[in-house]
């Protein structure tokens, strides 16, 4: 509702019992941010190959094999 706040949105900003609060109040850090520079990124061409079949595109997010890049650490370590 418009004039309204989330009600979850002002739980958040809530002080916690020891007198610490999550608020951000210095926003200067971000100040800089307009004079940087646009990064570069290089993006090489894919060459198109095999795909997986839809089931299993479906199961890893991808139907190119060579996007399927899984995440099996935890926390910085190999498992």
């Known amino acids: 509702m418009p004039g309204r706040e989330c ?8 002080e916690a019992s020891c007198g610490c609060s999550d608020r ?3 926003t200067n850090i971000y ?4 004079a940087l520079p ?3 990124a290089y993006v090489p061409c894919q060459r198109f190959g095999s795909t997986f079949n ?3 595109a479906l199961q890893v997010g991808t139907i ?3 996007l ?6 935890r926390r910085g370590i190999c498992r």
């Open 54 to 56: 839809l089931c299993k």
């Open 7 to 14: 009600p979850s949105r002002a739980a958040l900003r809530r």
């Open 64 to 66: 190119f094999p060579e």
């Open 68 to 73: 399927c890049k899984p995440f099996c650490g």
């Open 31 to 34: 100040v800089h941010a307009d």
């Open 24 to 26: 951000v109040e210095d």
């Open 38 to 40: 646009l990064a570069m």
